[in-house]
Nanobody, 125 residues
Framework: QVHVMESGGGSVQAGEYLSLSCTVSGGGFSVNSADWYRQVPGKQRELVASMSPDLSTNYADFVRGRFTASRDRAKNSVYLQIRDLKPEDTAVYYC???????????????????WGQGTPVTVSA
């Protein structure tokens, strides 16, 4: 019912720019918080950026100012802009969103979190 889909990844050369999008649709779901993760095959999934309900954003240390996460509440979308891409940025990038989903059978909202399927980013030196 609620679908989260990332897009914008691809194969690029070092130093280039990518803008990743995370679109949330269905279920009358409203995004209150959102996180970006990335995962390299064989390694643990790691947090890239965390966007709190108060709109504050925390970034991982390895970002070093190159990553910018944002939200568009009207479009129910989340974005991650990456500039000056490095080979070590190569990973599958995932969007996780949290918010309130109205449960019709209970006539109430309940908190839910959803994951996208990921969008791969490959950076060549």
């Amino acid at each position: 019912q609620v679908h989260v889909m990332e897009s914008g990844g691809g194969s690029v050369q070092a130093g280039e720019y990518l803008s990743l999008s995370c679109t949330v649709s269905g279920g009358g779901f409203s995004v209150n918080s959102a996180d970006w993760y990335r995962q390299v095959p064989g390694k643990q999934r790691e947090l890239v950026a965390s966007m709190s309900p108060d709109l504050s954003t925390n970034y991982a240390d390895f970002v070093r100012g190159r990553f910018t996460a944002s939200r568009d509440r009207a479009k129910n979308s989340v974005y991650l802009q990456i500039r000056d891409l490095k080979p070590e940025d190569t990973a599958v990038y995932y969007c996780q969103v949290g918010g309130e989903l109205f449960v019709v059978s209970e006539s109430r909202y309940r908190f839910h979190q959803y994951w996208g399927q990921g969008t791969p980013v490959t950076v060549s030196a």
